[in-house]
């Protein structure tokens, strides 16, 4: 059987300390921060079905199998139905699976397990996780201690903060904020850092191509606002999260701009975007976003062909957070990431003509149909241009300087197409040449 496993020595978990941008009443800091330990964690059971890190978030049940004869002792320390506002700000029914906290309305025995219902993932300063079966699961057990500290240019302050937490107790007071060091409960993950409470947590509900963790995508969608073939790839967008509101629960649904606007600048949060292809294989780092404002990051098709030479078949994206403080900076500890297939593209059946640098000269396209051929790029060509030639003959301009489009016309089916361009640069744009009615088109990657 699945015993439980009741905390010993000085256990701690030292994950909770949270920043405010106000203060109480009657104090004048310059910053006050929300500083608990949790005392000990009981090992209450372990998983009985796996859950992902993209499920519907609360996850409507949660199964967990335990030792029959702990199950009333188990069901004890759960609130059997806690009301929202005692989730949200008291961290009721707190309950860590794996590296993961999350937070459980109702607590039920079925049968010969227990059943969390309507479960609220990745609180505090951790995200959503897959979690295979028999995964170790924490009650939260005995005291904790909690103080409201701040900095008031001259040391800190505390102040004692009432609210319950788990039937039969109550939030401590401790005089002065420690970071707690791990000391046993090895299968418990413990993150002791200094400053922990100027630290950003991670962002949550990621939405890949406007679709919340999709299983697949395209790198065919144009991103918002977008226009041409270089604003077509992965447009990943997320909830930030922030220590202005202490309300766990709501975080998860809002982004912290619509609840404190402007605290993005002011607080001088950012977020990173680290895209994966191969993530079950080789995972190589296709693109590299640095430290950027907003709740939304964008990889062009253009720079994942650039990159890979080809259409990936299945992908990751990763986001973290970042705040700069006094001087500073400071980052998330977990970062929110999500894997997905790359659906059949557009350009699957085109003639891809390489990766091209300045007089570089493409693969050869043989035209499928007679007509004119539309060329056009992302943005418009700077002093150089995009040059073309039929059949081995000379070459001209199709798409001029100052230019992002141009034709080729008198072509006949069975002609051979050529095309290069003579702009220097770091830069990199998608060349589409458009065939008349055939849609059996042709592209390159320029680099300029």
């Known amino acids: 059987m699945y015993a439980v496993r009741r905390p010993t020595g000085d256990a701690r978990w030292a994950f909770i300390q949270r920043r405010y941008k106000d203060y ?140 319950k937490l788990t039937p039969g107790y109550q939030w401590g007071y401790e005089p002065s904020p420690v970071i707690m060091s791990r000391a046993d409960q090895p299968s418990v993950y413990v993150a002791p850092i200094l400053d922990r409470y100027y630290h950003p947590i991670p962002p949550v509900e990621m939405k890949v191509n406007t679709v ?75 693109k590299y976003v640095s430290w950027a404002y907003g709740a939304a990051i964008f990889v062009s098709r253009t720079t994942i062909l650039h990159v890979l030479g080809a259409r990936p078949s299945k992908m990751r994206a990763e986001v973290g957070a970042r705040h700069y403080y006094a001087g500073l900076n400071y980052e998330s500890i977990n970062k929110l990431g999500w894997s997905f297939l790359i659906s059949a593209s557009e350009i699957d059946g085109w003639t891809d003509m390489g990766i091209l640098a300045q007089n570089v000269v493409g693969a050869q396209y043989t035209a499928p149909t007679t007509g004119t051929y539309a060329f056009s790029v992302g943005p418009a060509m700077g002093a150089g241009e995009v040059q073309a030639r039929l059949n081995g003959g000379g070459w001209g301009a199709v798409i001029t300087a100052g230019n992002r489009t141009g034709n080729l016309a008198g072509v006949t089916a069975g002609d051979i197409i050529e095309v290069r361009h003579t702009q220097a640069g770091s830069g990199e744009t998608f060349l589409h040449v458009d065939a008349p009615t055939s849609g059996l088109d042709a592209y390159a990657i320029l680099e300029l």
């Open 24 to 163: 109480p009443t009657g104090a004048s800091p310059t910053d006050w921060y929300l500083d608990g330990q949790f005392s000990s964690w009981m090992r209450m059971g372990k998983l009985r079905v796996a859950i992902g890190e993209g499920d519907t978030n609360p996850t409507a049940t949660i199964q967990v199998t335990c030792d029959p004869d702990s199950q009333a002792d188990i069901m004890s320390q759960f609130w059997p139905n806690a009301d929202i506002n005692n989730l949200d700000q008291n961290l009721t029914n707190l309950v860590a699976i794996g590296n993961e906290l999350v937070l459980v309305k109702k607590c039920e025995m079925v049968s010969n397990y227990i059943q969390f219902d309507t479960i609220y993932r990745g609180v505090l300063d951790t995200v959503p996780q897959d979690h295979i079966i028999d995964t170790p699961i924490y009650i939260l057990y005995g005291a904790v201690t909690l103080g409201l500290c701040w900095d008031s240019g001259g040391g800190l302050g505390t102040k004692q903060l009432e609210a």
């Open 212 to 286: 919340r963790f999709p299983t697949t995508t395209s790198v065919d969608v144009v991103k918002v606002g977008g226009t041409t073939d270089d604003d077509k790839g992965i447009y990943v967008s997320f909830n930030r999260r922030n220590y202005n509101n202490p309300a766990e629960v709501y975080k998860l649904a809002y982004d912290e701009e619509t609840v404190s606007p402007g605290w993005a600048v002011s607080d001088q949060h950012k977020n990173d975007l680290s895209l994966y292809d191969d993530p079950d294989g080789a995972d190589t780092l296709t």
